[in-house]
């Protein structure tokens, strides 16, 4: 099967490339090694954390601000199992609507991990270990990147008691104490999080600021 351009990725790099290239014309593939589209910021990162934010921020304004509005609802009380389901609804909104997209573009899709064998040629690894190839005159690469690791410092997250930030969207319980890794904006949104939700939170940060 042969293709104008593959783009491997799906994260918002990747399908908005997609996207575009199909509505010039182009003949479209993508490959995605997960089950969803969207990458990183559609399923564990911009997505999921800014829709915690907006539902912690109002469970804080519930409990401080109303009342100084004239709007008496008494204590508010957190019910974090809805709170989860409200944010896992809205990533699967997205991700649903990235599919719709590239179905109404015309974009194939294939799930598995790709690999540049060739000018011209990519292979795609499914989990059962079947290969595919695919000839295509163009190809993008859209993997993003990984978390990188501490050096020297072997950590490993069992995402219950040492969570990484994809663990810390998805806690079953407001932690008594949280300790964050890392004053940067992923540390301190889910930090941010949990401290209105009640959590002692402490933010360890190697710079001064």
């Known amino acids: 099967m042969a293709y104008d351009v593959v783009i491997i990725?799906?994260?918002?790099?990747?399908?908005?490339?997609a996207i575009?290239?199909?509505?010039?014309?182009l003949k479209t593939a993508?490959?995605?090694?997960n089950a969803?589209?969207?990458?990183?910021?559609?399923?564990?990162?911009?997505i999921p954390s800014k829709a915690l934010l907006h539902a912690s921020e109002m469970f804080a304004e519930a409990g401080h601000s109303f009342d100084t509005l004239g709007v008496e609802i008494g204590t508010p009380k957190l019910n974090l199992k809805k709170m989860m389901a409200h944010k896992d609804a809205t990533v699967t909104a997205n991700v649903n609507g990235v599919a719709f997209l590239f179905k109404?573009?015309?974009i194939d899709s294939f799930q598995g991990t790709g690999k540049v064998v060739a000018a011209g040629k990519v292979s795609v690894t499914g989990e059962?270990?079947?290969?595919?190839?695919?000839?295509?005159?163009?190809i993008?690469?859209?993997?993003?990147?990984?978390?990188?690791?501490i050096p020297?410092?072997?950590?490993?997250f069992d995402e219950k008691v040492i969570v990484s930030s994809t663990g810390a969207l998805s806690l079953e319980k407001v932690p008594g104490h949280l300790v964050v890794v890392g004053g940067g904006v992923i540390g301190l949104e889910l930090g941010s999080v949990w401290a209105r939700l009640g959590a002692k939170v402490t933010v360890v940060e190697f710079l001064d600021a």
């Open 140 to 149: 993008v690469i859209a993997t993003g990147s990984d978390v990188a690791g």
């Open 152 to 156: 020297g410092v072997k950590v490993d």
């Open 20 to 25: 575009k290239a199909a509505q010039l014309g």
């Open 104 to 106: 109404k573009n015309k």
């Open 30 to 33: 993508v490959i995605e090694k």
């Open 128 to 138: 059962d270990g079947k290969v595919e190839e695919i000839e295509t005159k163009n």
């Open 9 to 17: 990725g799906s994260g918002p790099g990747g399908y908005v490339c």
């Open 36 to 46: 969803t589209f969207g990458g990183t910021c559609l399923n564990i990162g911009c």
